[in-house]
């Protein structure tokens, strides 16, 4: 079998018989006012962190969730736009899909305000998901992108890039390497179905995003969620791997090249009360301002006796400038 076939039968055994913990460390759901998520939700919970950030959802946003799990997500997106199909679900796996639908009729009978409707669950997969060009407003995905092979990886970065609406959001939860893992195990079919051994480096990954055409990329979180030990994995040294959320806007690449934010500021120390690199960039006298990594670089290397840059936080949201 290819490792797609190895991860599909892998999901169909799980979304018959949920493993409570499988994939990566189970991410404790957004909690919502209003919102009860049923326990078979819970159990199927297989992601990494979340791709739901209530800042991205105003203006009852159209979805395109891919790789629906057992609908947990999907849930929380039809909560900000409560409408019928608003929220798309992809999943090349029937029991998966049938899983989830049965799960979101629960949730219908557990939640005044949700019903079915809301969620539209359709075959498909990540290579060539079943809507128009230019056609949603945010593509979602949690722990499945980084079990592909890079090859593939572009191809389905490139696909979300293709059916989002100029300005769009491509939000992400995916494992991180912190050094490249050893080819024994990314060539192990098993434990990159269980999203253990697929994950690429920080670097590579945020590559891929930006070679796709995304211009913006905006971290929301990064922190350790499992660790290779050196016997198990029959490694040299233990492998942290880390879960990474961002948010990349199909928004066009500038000629200096795509903004990245990590947390980033900039803190002007001069003697002026402003300073103006006549790029865009104002920095108040004392004031830390959020910076992408990029024009954080600039302004070291041209003014780096009146501007202090601070390190990345790994977590951003909004503001600033890039």
Same mark, same amino acid.
């Given at each position: 079998?290819?490792?797609?076939? #190895? ?8 979304a ?9 460390? !189970? ?18 919970? $297989? =992601?990494?962190?979340? #791709? ?10 159209t979805?395109? $969730?891919?790789?629906?799990?057992? @609908? ?10 409560? *409408? ?7 999943? &090349? ?8 639908? *049965? ?26 998901? &079943? ?21 593939d990886?572009?191809?389905?970065? !490139? ?15 995916? &494992?991180?390497?912190?050094? &490249? ?31 796709? =055409?995304? @211009? ?39 000629e200096? @090249?795509?903004?990245?934010f990590t ?45 202090i ?5 790994w $977590? ?7």
């Amino acid at each position: 079998m290819t490792y797609l076939e #190895t991860a599909a039968q892998f999901y169909r055994e799980v979304a018959e018989t949920p493993q409570v913990g499988l994939c990566c460390v !189970q991410s404790t759901p957004l909690q919502l006012p209003g919102l009860n998520i049923p326990n078979q939700m819970q159990e199927m919970n $297989y =992601g990494c962190g979340t #791709t739901v950030h209530a800042a991205e959802l105003s203006n009852q946003p159209t979805v395109l $969730y891919v790789g629906v799990g057992g @609908g947990l997500e999907a849930l929380q997106f039809a909560y900000f736009s409560r *409408r019928p199909g608003a929220v798309i679900a992809v999943d &090349p796996v029937a029991a998966m899909r049938e899983a989830a639908a *049965r799960n979101l009729q629960i949730a219908a009978q557990e939640n005044p305000w949700f019903e079915t409707s809301f969620v539209e669950i359709r075959a498909g997969d990540a290579f060539k998901l &079943p809507v128009d060009d230019a056609s949603v407003d945010v593509v979602a995905q949690n722990c499945l992108f980084n079990i592909f092979e890079p090859a593939d990886l572009s191809i389905a970065l !490139q696909e979300a890039y293709r059916v989002l609406k100029p300005g769009g959001r491509l939000q992400m939860s995916d &494992p991180i390497a912190t050094r &490249p893992i050893p080819a024994h195990l990314q060539q192990d079919e098993q434990l990159r179905a269980m999203c253990l051994s697929g994950a690429l480096t920080y670097e590579e990954y945020t590559a891929r995003i930006i070679d796709a =055409g995304f @211009g913006q990329v905006e971290v929301r979180s990064r922190r350790p969620y499992r660790l290779l030990d050196s016997h198990t994995y029959n490694l040299d040294e233990h492998l942290l791997l880390e879960s990474l959320d961002s948010v990349s806007f199909k928004v066009p690449i500038p000629e200096d @090249g795509a903004c990245i934010f990590t947390g980033k500021t900039a803190i002007y120390t001069g003697n002026q009360p402003i300073f103006d690199d006549n790029a865009g960039h104002i920095l108040q006298r004392g004031i830390p301002a959020a910076v992408c990594d990029k024009t954080a670089t600039k302004l070291a290397s041209i003014v780096p006796k009146d501007v202090i840059v601070t390190n990345s936080t790994w $977590y951003y949201d909004g503001g600033g400038c890039c």
